[in-house]
């Protein structure tokens, strides 16, 4: 072999091992290019969630009108079109800065400095956030003005005597004759809970309320709502920025029901947890003493996420039944809280007197409020506490009323058996 030949066949296999090598190298690049891509709407995509954040924030609490307002979105949404601007035309951004302040800066000086500016401006409005503290004096709207209290008596600690009592009639939905009253309960006679769902913003949104019942007395509700004052309106998004003070009301039912599938015309229905014990049920109660003392103490904030009139409810019960209520998403989407107690056994799925099981769309067929008290007199001529016995007692038509367990072995086996039916 010539040694023409013999370099002419190196230069071609040191050609071949080039393009093979440059072939391995461009998936490389492309996966680079991917993450990159990937890395670059992670920053952004957080960016705009952080800048939607601050500025709803400011927004809700010195209103859509309010010149400071106006001056932060300015800064926020001008520092974030800066950093986007120095990333798709870096010439073009430097030319702007460099004639403005007569100086050079090389893209990451300026990238540092004007990220450096936005993340001090999100902190100083986030450390404003977590200092706007709630308050207890307010123009309250009149069906949150008084805050429940209570007293034990010092000889029998079952008997509670509460404090502000709403008891309203309610004539229109934004018209009521206010009064509040004074109710002695007895625990050792709590007899069940009930769970009622109040829908007002179609299948997945609903109001809780819990009604404790008594063996020889009429309900009790309980129900944790914003504090909303005089002129103020619900908005689920003001409810993330601090803009609503929790409340805690103790009601007749007739009061705090009525309101909502009468004169509101939400679509409301009431289930009664099975297997309990009274111990369990008496816990809860305490429960409820105890929200109460720690908001007349120190007022609190409503959060839609994390502290709404579902979840803290969750809360609370979680601390007396523990593993026989499981974490479920239906707990963050209130709406479905039927279908979750269902769905755990809470809800007899085999009343004793059926022949069959019943399912959910029976419940929620039984469970209906509306129906039931459609007409009914709420300004009859009675005194209030038979026309509130008489209200408790229609509402509760059609729908099996179940006795409380005699240990917790029995409940736990019956709640089991319930979830294995509801679930066949």
Known sequence: MSLRSLFSRLQSSQKATLGAFKDKRRPARQ?????????????????????FWLLMLIGYQLGAYNPITWLACALVIGLLTSLLLVKIKPKLASKVINNT????????TII?????????????????????????????????????????????P???????????????????????????????????????????????IAHTLVSFRFEDDRPLAFSFEIRKENGESFSAFAGFFRRYELSLIASEERD???????????????????????????????????AADELNAKPAWYNTLTSNCTNIIFYMARIVSGERLPWDYRIWVSGWLPNYLY????????????????????????????????????????????????????????????????????ADAKAKSAAKASNE
């Open 101 to 108: 302040f007569h100086r050079p800066f090389s893209q990451s």
């Open 31 to 51: 996966t680079n290019s991917w993450r990159y891509y990937i890395v670059s709407f992670l920053v952004v995509l957080s960016l705009l969630l952080s800048a």
């Open 158 to 204: 079952d008997l509670i005597t509460f404090t502000n009592v709403r008891n309203f009639d309610w004539h229109t939905s934004e018209d009521a004759t206010e009064r509040w009253e004074t109710r002695t309960v007895d625990m050792s006679k709590l007899s069940g809970v009930d769970v009622t769902n109040s829908y007002w913003m179609g299948p997945l």
């Open 256 to 290: 705090i029901i009525y309101t909502r599938s009468n004169a509101r015309g939400e679509q409301v229905y009431l289930l009664p947890v099975s297997h309990l014990q009274q111990s369990e049920v008496k816990s809860l109660f305490e429960s409820y003493l105890t």
């Open 343 to 410: 769905d755990v056994g809470m809800l007899d799925a085999n009343p004793k007197d059926s022949g069959q099981p019943w399912s959910m769309a029976t419940w929620y067929e039984r469970a209906h409020v509306n129906p039931k008290v459609r007409g009914f007199d709420n300004q009859a001529d009675l005194d209030n506490q038979a026309n509130s016995s008489k209200f408790s007692a229609q509402i509760r038509q059609g729908i099996p009323i179940p006795p409380l367990a005699d240990s917790q072995a029995k």
């Open 112 to 156: 540092t400095w004007l990220a450096g500016l936005y993340a001090a401006v999100w902190l100083l409005g986030f450390g404003w956030f977590f200092s706007i503290e709630a308050k207890q004096s307010r123009d309250w709207m009149p069906e949150v003005s008084h805050r429940v209290t209570y007293e034990r008596d010092e000889t029998n």
